[in-house]
């Protein structure tokens, strides 16, 4: 790419950022994508006709389609909805496609590049094997022949189809076929780092100047397994409790209270995080243990398990962090985070099952570091609902052991856990 290219790409992708946060790799890939289309200086004579996000709901990707629609500077952008197509042009679904691809190989005539935007493909285009209707087929067919229709020569214009869906796994696999939909992009709930700047983005756009003193860090430090759209619903309650007070601003304290009002939504199982050395912020002694444990993994790596103790509660996520990032730079392993309490939300459905779903993940992941936060929240001894969770849990630990897993099992607790459980861990 020349580099006045680059930093055209660079600077739009900075500008998105400014409304919808997305990693910059991926974003640079789209935007470098459509911009070349659009200049003209594709470098292949066969580019993209559709381009897929998906991911799980509410990590931007509506978002995105608008946001790109409005940046790049096309005449006005063509945005349909799946379910749209099939209820508001009902009988008239079909007639609906094609008049939209109609209206975008003009414009692509004009300005060189014209997007169709597709959110929730998957309702317009599902599995034609696992559908009752039969208007859905009949879409899906019309759709393919559409997009199989489009100019592949660069030279008269570019149409491209950008969809959006929840459930790749529910679209026609006809779509995602070479020559469709060639490049998917995965969106995947936010880390730290992106959870924060998504909250800058939430406050400074729709909150503007009603809040201060907010630490950004530490709210997306503790807002593991928040989507961007948990974030945004944290954010609204922070703001209705606020004014239920009287008060026009909300503060860092509003923030983290509205947290045991709004559960993360798309509660998963776990969340992947990139790991950060921390140790500058922790006692010597506490970083000299740390280093011991994270090197003893890396040389045997078979299963060991760590608890964190209750007084060390308030470290704990640096702590955790820390040894993570160690192990990680040497083994280049995934960090997972989890909360326990997570597996006995409503979300969840049955606890056991859950934390099942979990260790069976785990298992596939190794060599790998998980860390459970609040463990105890699934094994305390005092509660007597959870005796299901910990057999399970114990199970597993037990099976780890015995076949020396390369898992480095992190744990912290707000209070205690079980003897049966305490047994398999390394007290730090
Ligand atoms: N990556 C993000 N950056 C900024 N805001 C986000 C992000 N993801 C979600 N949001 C917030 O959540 C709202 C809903 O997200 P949306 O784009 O509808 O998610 P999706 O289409 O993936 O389900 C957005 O309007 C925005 O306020
Ligand atoms: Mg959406």
């Not at 006005?76 to 008239?92: D, F, V």
């Not at 300005?111 to 879409?139: C, H, M, Q, V, Y």
């Not at 730290?192 to 998504?198: A, G, L, Q, S, W």
């Amino acid at each position: 790419m020349p580099n006045e290219f680059q930093e055209a790409v660079k600077e739009k992708v900075k500008e998105i950022q400014q409304e919808v946060y997305i990693k910059d790799d991926l974003l640079e890939k789209i935007v470098g994508l459509l911009l070349s289309l659009r200049d003209g200086k594709f470098p292949s004579k066969r580019p993209p006709r559709g381009l897929l996000f998906y991911g799980p709901p509410g990590t931007g990707k509506t978002l995105l389609m608008k946001t790109l629609a409005k940046k790049l500077g096309l005449s006005e952008p063509i945005i349909i909805r799946g379910p749209e197509i099939i209820s508001q042009y009902y009988g008239k679904s079909e007639q609906r496609l094609r008049q939209v691809f109609a209206l975008a190989k003009e414009r692509a005539e004009e300005e060189n590049l014209a997007i169709i935007f597709i959110d929730e493909l998957d309702s317009l285009a599902p599995r034609r094997d696992l559908t009752k209707g039969e208007l859905e087929p009949r879409l899906v067919g019309q759709l393919l022949s559409l997009m199989d229709g489009l100019e592949r020569e660069v030279s008269k214009g570019h149409v491209i189809v950008i969809g959006s869906t929840n459930r790749p796994e529910a679209l026609d696999p006809a779509l995602r076929r070479p020559g469709r939909f060639d490049l998917e992009i995965e969106f995947d709930p936010p880390d730290v780092d992106e959870r924060k700047e998504i909250l800058k983005i939430i406050l400074n756009n729709y909150v503007k100047d009603r809040y201060e003193n907010v630490n950004f860090d530490e709210i997306a430090e503790q807002t593991v397994g928040f989507t961007g759209a948990d974030l945004l619903q944290l954010v609204n309650e922070a703001l209705l409790q606020a004014a239920l007070k009287g008060r026009e601003k909300i503060n860092h304290n509003d923030l983290l209270r509205a947290k045991n009002v709004v559960k993360p939504s798309a509660l998963r199982e776990f969340y992947l995080e990139k790991p950060k050395d921390r140790s500058n912020e922790l006692p010597s002694e506490i970083v000299d243990k740390i280093k011991r444990l994270a090197q003893e993994f890396i040389s045997h790596q078979s299963f060991r398990s760590i608890l964190i103790q209750r007084e060390l509660w308030h470290q704990a996520d640096k702590i955790a962090s820390t040894i993570a990032y160690y192990v990680s730079n040497d083994l280049h392993c995934p960090y997972i985070v989890a909360r326990a309490t997570w597996f006995r939300s409503r979300w969840f459905g049955e606890t056991e099952r859950s934390i099942r779903k979990l260790f069976e993940k785990i298992k596939r992941l190794q060599p790998c570091v998980i860390y459970i936060k609040g463990l105890d929240a699934i094994a305390n001894p005092k509660d007597e609902h959870i005796h299901g969770a910990i057999l399970e849990i114990t199970s597993y630990l037990d099976e780890f052991r015995e076949n020396s897993m390369k898992v480095l099992l992190i744990s912290s607790v707000i209070q205690e856990v079980d003897n049966t459980t305490r047994e398999f861990f390394v007290e730090l």
